[in-house]
């Protein structure tokens, strides 16, 4: 089985984890997802950039010692992922005995062949980048990252004699065209490499810095950040020894964003040079995620949490957003209304839509089973053709990293079949006997479709497009060359429409963008028959009426107790404003005592019913969290039994 090796940046411990690490990583799991999906034996990394100065400072502005920092934020970007269903094979930590041991070994090694010397240097240090930096790199007197001076700093230290492979690494750019992408990170590269390039500076005496890997020859000096994080790659792979060194850095590929492009695309492979090991097989550079056009970043304190946009659009959504909003390679704004509309447009409506719509129909006009085809029309071969030409376009800007346009091209084939339902018509097909095999033909070609579109929708929605595998009774289809051939839902499968895959959001305020409701949605106004199942309906939506139906009420809570024998059940006597009795599942979650005094929302006209013997008139509301549950309140005091509306 061919291998693959992807890794993400090592991410520094000074913060907290944001949208931007979030990018790198969402696109590095979207990435392993796919080459599996190839087939491919996958090995994917992330990690945490433990050593430094930046780290020393952070931990002394929290209070605590550096272990402990280091300890706590690591265990924030390891939990940070799964909610965002990134799943990596292997987590570094560069305070990992086994990682120091490593950086040790290579350190030696150069050193012993002579790259690494004792000299003095003077230069402009910026402490942000933890780097020296040369006057040509800065802008206005200042570092362009960070917008400060850097430091002027002489010091006795270690070096690696980078320059001794400026010609080679030239030389290895110019024939691996795909080596740095997109193209111009590689420009960008070589046109720094016209310049001399200087010996890195890769040391910090112990007088300045202690938290770091002391070297194994001069224990009076700890390595130099760079020296220590870009070997991750390597000590994850359990180098020197072992088969997963072998078997991965043949095919290793980083992402990475363009601020470390320079330790990525200089230092990194002219280290691995000097340690007489092949250079990385592609590094793959990204822009920024801008929030109102500046750089989000934890210094500047403008970043959004994952863990938050996952909690309102969910896992699936902020992925879909975020590689389909952003151009690999460069800039984005960010902006929740973007992501809003993205969602109820893009997922709600023209995917969900489409989803809902054609099992729905199955499940009325078919009993729920794949039909058979028949002889396709010129309009079923033409959805069936782009159907298939959309797989080899999503993987050739798959490969390319080009995911916003692998997306766009898996959406017009959402777009094709959302009108291809419009002009089909099987609502009217349906009415007449002597079209059951035509209705056949476009039901099977509807299914068709979506199984290939699940197919491109693991990688980037691996939650939703399980959902739809599942109702189209192809959960095990995991391999994009033996199930991206056309007519491979057998006829006569069970098929089960499952829940809504999108629910839609609502805007917060009126000021932001409507989501566009996309054409194919938008049926003809020539179509005089209702369709059975109605866009609204399908998508699971209510009409106001119905919604005026529900009697919600604000009801305090005047007494609670538990029920004998259950540990979910509390009895709770409410008043809204008449008293009433309401039984409530909310025992593991409140005790009664905490109850009584509050006010929440109820449900006031459900019909009664009996719960281990107790008669419920009505319901509590509450919001489900994972496994919590809380209550629901009004944000004010207000008369009791007010109507909810
Ligand atoms: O540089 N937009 O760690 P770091 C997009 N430890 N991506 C962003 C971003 C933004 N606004 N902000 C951060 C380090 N990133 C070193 C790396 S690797 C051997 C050592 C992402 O915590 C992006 O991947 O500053 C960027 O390269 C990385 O976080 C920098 O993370």
């Known amino acids: 089985m061919t291998a693959y090796y992807l890794t993400t940046p090592i991410f520094y411990v000074n913060a907290q984890p944001h949208l931007g690490h979030a990018y790198s990583t969402v696109v590095a799991d979207a990435v392993c997802r796919y080459q599996r999906l190839l087939g491919k ?63 040790q070994g290579i350190l030696q090694q150069v050193y012993d062949q002579g790259d690494i010397y004792f000299s003095e240097y003077t230069g402009l240090y910026c402490k942000g980048c933890e780097q020296f930096l040369t006057e040509k790199e800065l802008v206005d007197g200042k570092c362009p990252d960070h917008l400060t001076e850097p430091t002027k700093i002489s010091e006795q230290n270690y070096f690696f004699r980078m320059s001794k492979y400026q010609e080679w690494l030239i030389d290895h750019i110019n024939k691996h065209p795909e080596f740095i992408t997109p193209e111009r990170y590689r420009n960008e590269v070589l046109s720094f490499l016209k310049e001399p390039l200087e010996d890195l500076c890769i040391s910090r005496p112990t007088t300045r810095l202690t938290w770091g890997i002391p070297l194994p020859f001069d224990n009076r000096f700890v390595t130099y950040v760079w020296f220590d994080a870009l070997i991750n790659y390597l000590s994850g792979l359990n180098y020197p020894g072992g088969d997963d060194f072998a078997r991965y850095w043949p095919v290793a590929e980083h992402v990475i964003a363009k601020d470390i492009l320079k330790p990525h695309a200089i230092y990194w492979p002219t280290m691995l040079k000097a340690m007489g090991l092949e250079p990385y097989q592609r590094l793959h550079v990204h822009g920024y995620w801008n929030m109102n056009e500046t750089k989000m970043s934890k210094s500047l304190g403008n970043v959004v949490r994952p863990g938050e946009l996952v909690a309102e659009f969910g896992a699936d959504s902020v992925r879909y957003f975020l590689l389909r909003e952003m151009s690999f390679g460069l800039d984005a704004g960010f902006s929740k209304e973007a992501l809003m509309a993205r969602h109820n447009s893009d997922l709600t409506n023209d995917l969900g839509n489409l989803f809902s719509r054609s099992l729905t129909m199955v499940k009325n006009f078919a009993a729920s089973v794949v039909p058979q085809p028949s002889m396709p029309s010129a309009q079923d071969r033409e959805l069936a053709e782009a159907a298939l030409a959309m797989l080899g376009h999503y993987r050739e800007h798959l490969d390319n990293f080009a995911f916003h346009r692998a997306l766009a091209s ?71 060359n033996d199930c991206g ?33 996309s054409k194919a949605m938008k049926e003809p106004a020539s179509e005089k028959t209702p369709s059975p199942e109605p866009a609204a309906e399908a998508e699971g939506l209510i009409s106001f009426d119905a919604f005026q139906n529900l009697e919600l009420r604000v009801a305090e809570i005047v007494a609670a107790e538990k029920i004998a024998k259950s540990d979910r059940l509390l009895k709770l006597t409410v008043k809204a404003p008449e008293e009433r009795t309401i ?22 006209n459900l019909k009664p019913a009996k719960l281990m013997g107790v008669a419920s008139h009505g319901m509590v509301l509450a919001a489900k969290d994972g496994d919590r549950l809380v209550l629901s309140a009004v944000s004010g005091p207000v008369a009791n039994g007010s109507r909810v509306a």
């Open 410 to 480: 898996v959406w017009e084939v959402i777009s094709r079949a959302n009108k291809y339902i419009v002009s089909t018509q099987p609502w009217e097909l349906v009415k007449d006997p002597q079209q059951t095999a035509q209705l056949g033909t476009v039901l099977y070609t509807l299914l068709e479709t979506l199984r290939l579109i699940t197919l491109t929708l693991h990688p980037i929605m691996p939650e939703t497009a399980a959902k739809m595998a599942e109702a189209l009774g192809v959960p095990g289809e995991t391999s994009l």
């Open 583 to 604: 039984v409530a599942g909310i025992a593991q979650h409140y005790q009664p005592e905490e109850l009584v005094g509050r006010q929440v929302i109820i449900v006031a």
């Open 41 to 103: 034996d996958v090995r994917f990394q992330t990690g945490t950039d433990e050593h430094g100065d930046k780290i020393v400072h952070a931990a002394e502005d929290a209070e605590v010692s550096v272990k402990e920092y280091v300890d706590t934020i690591s265990a924030l970007f390891r939990a940070a992922w799964p909610p965002l269903a990134i799943a990596p094979d292997t987590f570094v930590r560069t305070t990992d005995p086994a990682h120091m041991a490593v950086v």
């Open 485 to 517: 051939v056309w007519g491979r839902l057998v006829p006569g499968r069970a098929i089960t429409p499952g829940a809504q895959l999108f629910p839609r959001l609502q805007q917060e305020t009126k000021d932001q963008p409507q989501p566009q409701k």
